[in-house]
């Protein structure tokens, strides 16, 4: 596609049960990020992989959180046994090289968990 | 950590009017800068960016300009239009330790009325 997929656009939960979240990237771009947009709050930073390197977890918040990317395209962000303050808008984003002059936006994941 | 705070909003203007939003940054390095703009329904996109100390950055009539003496990045347009009317972030690029992300404000939102 031309742009950066996100799906679902929504997903209702209920507390306690585990979501995965998916992002396709344009193609060909080696950088993946994931960003996670609270109500009233920035972005935060969760996870970014770049080629085959060990992706940077560092932001991600707690380890009921997770994500992986299946041959440098497709990345699924699972949240296991999810919570209420989990809910928030899931950013994805990728960019062909390292920085951050080319990176693309999805539209996000809006997660609600009831 | 890197840090950036931008003026809260939301901001309302009128068509024509002069836009001011103020953005610092508590760095340890010597970041980019960048403004993402989000228009309602859309994703993130990148506005304008400076590199290094006293460049302007950019863009659909706005401008921002890299103050390192201030540690800011304020956003202008002399003349909004309604068409402005969108969630405006200020960010800087970390690149400590191997690791590339983007810190993010927490958004200001501009309504321009006719």
């Known amino acids: 596609g031309a742009g950066v997929s996100q799906s679902p656009s929504n997903k209702v939960t209920e507390k306690g049960k585990d979501v995965e979240l998916r992002c396709d990237p344009i193609?060909?771009?080696?950088?993946l990020y994931w960003y996670r947009q609270s109500l009233g709050q920035g972005l935060e930073f969760l996870i970014y992989?770049?080629?085959?390197?060990?992706?940077?977890k560092s932001g991600l918040p707690s380890d009921r959180f997770s994500a992986e990317r299946t041959g440098g395209s497709v990345s699924t962000l699972t949240i296991q046994r999810t919570q209420q303050e989990d809910s928030a808008v899931y950013l994805c984003?990728?960019?062909?090289?390292?920085?951050?002059?080319?990176?693309?936006f999805g539209s996000g994941t809006q997660l609600s968990v009831l | 950590g890197d840090s950036v705070t931008q003026m809260e909003g939301p901001v309302t203007l009128s068509e024509e009017a002069f836009l001011t939003i103020n953005c610092t940054y508590t760095?340890?390095?010597?970041?980019?800068l960048f403004w993402y703009v989000q228009y309602p329904g859309e994703g993130l996109q990148l506005l304008l960016k400076?590199?290094?100390?006293?460049d302007k950055g950019s863009n659909k009539g706005f401008e921002a300009t890299y103050r390192k003496e201030t540690t800011s990045f304020h956003l202008e347009k002399g003349s909004v239009q309604v068409s402005d009317s969108a969630v405006y972030f200020c960010?800087?690029?970390?690149?400590?330790?191997?690791?590339?992300?983007?810190?993010f404000g927490k958004g200001t939102k501009l309504t321009v009325n006719p």
């Open positions: 984003a990728s960019s062909p090289d390292r920085g951050h002059e080319k990176l693309f």
């Open positions: 193609s060909g771009h080696t950088a």
């Open positions: 992989f770049q080629g085959n390197s060990a992706p940077d």
């Open positions: 760095a340890t390095g010597y970041p980019s």
């Open positions: 400076a590199t290094k100390a006293d």
């Open positions: 960010a800087l690029s970390e690149s400590e330790g191997g690791s590339e992300k983007l810190v």
